[in-house]
């Protein structure tokens, strides 16, 4: 039996209202009014929500990044504000499972997930920008696990650590690990950055082309639209195909698909097919920003975001008489509950007590293989 909708609202809710710290909420706010010139008024969620204290931001620190700050008090130009800040802290180093959602401020569904991304952005800076002043939160350095891992025995979160891209959080410069980037103290190397981010999305890119022939087929059977000969990025950067695959999955999903070719009423199409996949239960972790397909700013995670989608869609409606596209997703975090009487022993442990991190979800595979305990 389907999980009620308004039950997992309900859920998500608890879990969003659970990850909220006010201690980080108020380093949070300090910082920005520093750099942005901003004070601020009212809540943080209505002092952030056109996206334009955040754009303020990402200029003080890098002039000109964001060429043009919406003024115009319209949703789809406050949230492309907002998008133009999540661009910034990916380009600053904050990797895809820290980031927040638009939603997740623009419609306040997870304050806490906002305020953890930009203290982790504090911390990336620290890394990228180690002259920048203010500072927030503790310098951070990106470590990616590429290679096949040396044999040895397997353990609970080994595989984990071997397949994910993880963050470790310490006070100090960042290391040179081997084929990563090296930044010297005093030093901001955001060019090198940029590169560097470029070529390892290339090349991720080129590695997942058997799972994106997959989403393609997926993608084509369900809305009737194959690609044909198109790129990625012009077959599905209108909006238009994503919604006809929301509709023919629970029709009426997208009430009003956009066919004019502006960019807004594009952006706005993703932003339907977005808010659909959330229904779906896709956590927040897997979700794909809107630029990373409308601007192809990171296809490799657009084209995981759809793999992970068509698993919640067995989830969430198994009578979807459809093509099936890898395995069935299920997120509960049964457990999760804070631990008492333990003792930090590394400046990470402490950190991870602060601010609560987005766990792997369970894809389902992990789950039938322990169904029988």
């Known amino acids: 039996m389907a999980t009620p909708s308004y039950g997992l609202d309900a859920e998500l ?4 209202a659970a990850k909220f710290d006010p201690v980080i909420e108020k380093e949070v706010c300090e910082w920005l009014e520093k750099v942005s010139g901003v004070p601020k008024e009212g809540t943080t969620a209505e002092w952030l929500h056109s996206g334009k204290v955040l754009c303020m931001t990402a200029n003080a620190i890098r002039p000109g990044f964001v060429k043009k700050i919406n003024t115009m008090k319209a949703p789809f130009k406050e949230r492309e504000n907002i998008s133009y800040f999540q661009n910034f802290m990916r380009e600053s180093g904050v990797t895809e499972i820290s980031m927040f959602g638009t939603d997740d401020l623009y419609d306040e569904k997870n304050m806490g997930s906002v305020l953890v991304a930009i203290y982790g952005l504090g ?4 890394t990228s920008m180690p002259n920048f002043e203010p500072k927030l939160g503790v310098a951070v350095t990106s470590h990616v696990h590429d290679g096949k891992r040396a044999a040895g025995p397997a353990t609970q979160t080994g595989g984990l650590k071997g397949a994910m891209e993880v963050q470790s959080l310490y006070a100090g410069k960042r290391e040179v690990a081997a084929g990563g980037i090296g930044v010297k103290e005093g030093v901001a190397d955001c060019a090198g950055l940029d590169s560097d981010i470029a070529a390892k999305r290339a090349a991720e890119l080129a590695a997942l082309k058997p799972l994106e022939d997959d989403i393609t087929g997926w993608i084509g059977t369900i809305s009737g639209d194959p690609r044909g000969g198109q790129s990625l990025n012009d077959w599905l950067k209108s909006g238009q195909v994503l919604c006809s695959v929301a ?17 807004f009423k594009e952006r706005e199409n993703i932003n339907y097919f977005q808010t659909f996949m959330r229904e779906c239960g896709l956590p927040e972790s897997s979700m794909f920003g809107t630029d990373d397909l409308y601007e192809e700013k990171d296809l490799p995670t657009f ?18 008489g459809g093509p099936k596209l890898g395995a069935a997703m299920s997120h509960a975090m049964a457990g999760d509950v804070k631990r008492e009487g333990l003792t930090a022993t590394s400046q990470q442990e402490s950190m991870q007590r602060a601010m609560q991190v987005e766990r792997p979800k369970d894809t389902g595979i992990a789950a039938g293989a322990n169904a029988g305990k």
């Open 13 to 16: 809710a608890a879990k969003a």
């Open 123 to 126: 911390g990336c800076l620290q």
């Open 247 to 263: 509709n023919k999955i629970k029709p009426g999903a997208v009430p009003n698909v956009n066919t004019m070719s502006t960019a």
């Open 303 to 320: 084209i995981k975001s759809i793999n992970a989608f068509a698993g919640a869609v067995q989830t969430k409606h198994p009578n979807f």
